[in-house]
Nanobody, 124 residues
Framework: QVQLAESGGGLVQAGGSLRLSCAAS????????MAWFRQAPGKEREFVAT????????YYAATVKGRFTISRDSDKNTMYLQMNRLTPEDPGVYSC?????????????????WGQGTQVTVPP
């Protein structure tokens, strides 16, 4: 079992930045692909970014590519999402996810472990 805990959410003005963290505990997440998803009120969960278990390969949703950066620190068993140039289209509950595979497709059903999520708010 892997337990995931997100932190770093908050309210930021459009154009600002936030850095989310996802700390993994329990079974090491080193051999797990990990990802960020987000869900806005009344909308389905949306893929944001994924990273393989080496940290060497990343993939982004078109809506965030060039603004967001996913990374991981295996020594700290933590994954990050640096979010720059935030817009009013970015708010939602951001959740991290993991699966015990080298990499995974950008869809929620691929992932076995989920955190509780952290709220990101960007006022219009």
């Amino acid at each position: 079992q892997v337990q995931l805990a997100e932190s770093g959410g908050g309210l930021v003005q459009a154009g600002g930045s936030l850095r989310l963290s996802c700390a993994a505990s329990g079974r090491t997440a080193i051999s797990h692909a990990m990802a960020w998803f987000r869900q806005a009120p009344g909308k389905e969960r949306e893929f944001v970014a994924t990273i393989d278990w080496t940290g060497g390969n990343t993939y982004y949703a078109a809506t965030v590519k060039g603004r967001f950066t996913i990374s991981r620190d295996s020594d700290k068993n933590t994954m990050y999402l640096q979010m720059n140039r935030l817009t009013p289209e970015d708010p939602g509950v951001y959740s991290c996810a993991a699966v015990r595979r080298y990499d995974a497709a950008p869809v929620p059903r691929e992932y076995d472990y989920w955190g509780q999520g952290t709220q990101v708010t960007v006022p219009p």
